[in-house]
């Protein structure tokens, strides 16, 4: 008998247990009625197939610690792969974590700095040996929090982004893409962290409105208009569009402009003349400022690929410590606000600046730290995107992958088809290092890649000692292999190409769009054929959740308080597809509602225990209120069923909602009542209410996993042991 009181502490816990002794995670020990196990030989000594289902988790960093986020990644996939796993499809969750590069070696730093201790004072092995620490001591801890979400992913299978045999195939795929001739190592302006002291993807970015002021200086004969004064030493050319009547006739002429100077001292500022060659450019945009643009090539990304189209030279002034260099003359070793303002005051006095207005743009941040990005030319290794992004375009474009909902193939499409070379080396430690090698005597700049050091004279030099390169590859490198990296060899032949996806929209292309064309790289298949992407959670007033900042919301606190379930439940009755607004009364409605489940059904089993019924017994319908019931619980089975495979699970949840709130419990159970009394001598109602409550948890187990099982747990004579290997 169940008791009076449902308390998702003392039952959650044990629950979960009960499933994870069961093995029932891993797909190999499916209890999957007259079918074989998959890969088992035949008579014949082939695999015997039966259907299989892969779903490869988000994975999450090692520094991670569950947030809403997570709640929502992890919880509708469950609900898919538990209702798959009970539809007898031998259903396989990847999970892994991921190394987290610059995270990672972020907070061990923070660390480090605690003890008066940098990582240059260890030395690369020693704080690497240090992040190891760290990693085993922390590292699983947000696995063991999905866990009490109630996430039933293989955990026998759990793969970590650094294990020995992921990095293996890391390194074979850096190997494979430099012998086709798609990885080059080149000095470009790229996006770089003065504080993590690296390069990032664009797609690493992120971008916060910053008011500020737009400067118009004199370039006589023009007046242009910048943000950036400061840079106006790297100019190497200005720039207008080719179509700008304005300007046209000044395509091509190199003009003699007086301009502020570098030398002297810095109480008195002076003029010098620089020679500045005018380009017509489609890039430039008209309408911003005075139509002309100077061009800085070292410090603006925009400006490097005006200057590789038109040949022009690049000029670093600002150092990869955010400082200006030798080349920026008196202004040498002032941070960059330091010599903005200097700059200025120095336009100012000599009439250079003809006038200033308020202004706001997005300024590029560091993911991870905050700081602003600052475009700097870099020696580094960049992956030739043309066939890579035209692969993945072609996979959803003719349908081999698709995209839900649809309208997210939009901001697909547009990345890919205006991609940039990636830029796949990072100045960390942490992570997989790159494998080239460079002859120790200096004198030559041939690399060897390959996957193991080089035994052999350099070709170019003849030297026969090498040294590795110090950088080490994007995180998303490595994860954009996890569909096959992640698996066995023997589980590729059983589980690639997987079914799905399912993450937030800002990883699309970040890590999506990659695993496709990883997988049809290397294993010459699409890895999945369906993308769900989810909505974000925001605050209840719409804004971003941080944690930071305060208005983070930790799920972990909800199920302590409330339960899984009901936890759970509040992610899928707001994830429509659209943006969350969170509003904490989804989980006190979940709460509500696990309560009317459990005191339902402790009134069911009161009701049958004086006489011999089981689930397997059939029913035939005696009262108007029996069939009514009946067909309702066939038809919402029905729905359900559809919206689930459709993705639709918030659908499918008000549905049931719907079903066993008011049908069920506010009309079956009270008419109930009346025909028990009135027959105390058939075993019909009873039969009927054995029969729709059974059918009613199976249906909300994916859902609500635990109070479903635990209630499944008490019903005499289930055909199971589990609810969550019942049949569907």
């Excluded at 020990?29 to 039966?50: C, D, H, R, S, W």
């Excluded at 200005?238 to 810095?266: C, F, M, Q, W």
């Excluded at 830029?423 to 890649?449: E, F, M, N």
């Amino acid at each position: 008998m169940l008791d009076k009181i449902y308390d998702p502490k003392q039952i959650e816990k044990e629950i979960y247990e009960l499933w994870e002794n069961s093995g029932y995670f891993n797909p190999d020990n499916l209890p999957v009625p007259g079918k074989t196990t998959v890969g088992e030989p035949n008579k014949k000594g082939k695999a015997n197939k039966t259907k299989t289902y892969v779903i490869y988790m988000p994975l999450p960093n090692v520094t991670g610690s569950l947030h809403m986020g997570h709640a929502l990644d992890n919880t509708l996939p469950d609900i898919l792969i538990r209702y798959l796993r009970m539809g007898g499809v031998r259903t396989l969750w990847l999970a892994g974590t991921d190394h987290a590069g610059i995270a990672t070696q972020y907070v061990v730093e923070k660390e480090l700095k605690k003890e008066g201790r940098t990582r240059f004072e260890l030395g690369r092995e020693k704080f690497i040996e240090r992040v190891w620490e760290w990693k085993n001591k922390y590292g699983n801890i947000i696995l063991d929090q999905l866990k009490k979400l109630g996430i039933s992913a293989d955990w026998s299978r759990t793969r970590f982004t650094m294990d020995p045999s992921y990095s293996q195939d890391v390194q074979k795929a850096f190997t494979h893409y430099y012998k086709k001739g798609w990885l080059y190592r080149g000095n470009r302006t790229v996006n770089w962290c003065p504080r993590c002291s690296t390069s990032l993807s664009e797609l690493e970015l992120e971008y916060k409105n910053e008011k500020t002021t737009l400067f118009y200086m004199k370039y006589e004969p023009f007046t242009l208009a910048t943000v950036r004064p400061e840079t106006k030493f790297g100019d190497t050319a200005l720039a207008v569009n080719p179509n700008d009547e304005r300007y046209k006739s000044y395509i091509g002429k190199t003009l003699n402009i007086e301009s502020l100077s570098t030398e002297g001292s810095l109480d008195k500022p002076s003029l010098t003349t620089i020679n500045l060659k005018i380009v017509g450019d489609d890039a430039v945009d008209p309408a911003f400022g005075t139509g002309v643009v100077k061009v800085t090539p070292a410090h603006d990304i925009t400006d490097f690929e005006i200057a590789e189209r038109h040949k022009l030279p690049m000029v670093q002034v600002i150092d990869h410590r955010g400082r200006m260099n030798e080349q920026a003359g008196k202004y040498n070793g002032m941070k960059i606000a330091e010599a903005r303002e200097k700059v200025i005051q120095d336009l100012r006095a000599l009439g250079l600046m003809a006038k200033e207005e308020p202004y706001e743009h997005r300024v590029a941040t560091c993911y991870r730290c905050g700081s602003t990005i600052e475009p700097l030319p870099s020696k580094q290794w960049f992956l030739k995107m043309t066939e890579l992004a035209k692969n993945s375009i072609e996979a959803v474009d003719k349908k081999k992958i698709k995209i839900h909902p649809k309208r997210f193939e939009k901001p697909y499409f547009e990345w890919l088809k205006n991609i940039r070379d990636w830029t796949v080396s990072r100045q960390i430690w942490w992570g997989h290092r790159l494998p080239v090698y460079y002859c120790v005597c200096g004198k030559c700049d041939h690399a060897t890649v390959a996957t193991e050091p080089p035994k052999t004279k350099c070709p170019k030099c003849s030297c026969k000692e090498y040294k590795q390169d110090e950088d080490v590859l994007d995180t998303w490198f490595s994860s954009a292999l996890w569909p096959f990296a992640g698996l066995s060899e023997i589980d590729i032949k059983n589980y690639y190409p997987g079914d799905l996806v399912s993450n937030a929209r800002e990883i699309l292309n970040l890590w999506d769009a990659r695993m496709i064309f990883s997988g049809l790289e290397f294993k010459g298949k699409i890895p999945f054929n369906d993308v769900l992407i989810h909505g974000t959670i925001l605050t209840k007033d719409g804004k971003r959740m941080s944690k930071s900042k305060g208005t983070g919301i930790d799920p972990l606190n909800y199920i302590n308080q409330y339960g899984a379930d009901a936890t759970r439940f509040a992610v899928t009755w707001q994830a429509s597809g659209q943006d969350i607004r969170w509003d904490e009364a989804a989980v006190i409605a979940g709460r509500k509602f696990t309560n009317k489940i459990w005191n339902a059904s402790r009134f069911v089993l009161e009701k049958i225990k004086t006489v011999d019924v089981t689930i397997q017994d059939t029913v035939k319908p005696k009262t108007a209120a029996d069939k009514k019931i009946l067909e309702e619980l066939q038809n919402t089975k029905k729905i359900v069923g559809k919206n689930i495979e459709k993705f639709e699970f918030s659908k499918a949840l008000h549905e049931l909602y719907d079903f066993f709130w008011h049908s069920f419990c506010d009309q079956y159970l009270e008419e109930a009542k009346k025909q028990l009394v009135a027959d105390n001598t058939d075993s019909t109602t009873q039969k009927l209410l054995l029969q729709t409550l059974t059918e009613s948890i199976t249906m909300l187990h994916p859902f609500l996993p635990f109070i479903t099982e635990a209630i499944y747990q008490k019903i005499p004579n289930a055909e199971n042991k589990l609810l969550m290997v019942k049949t569907w």
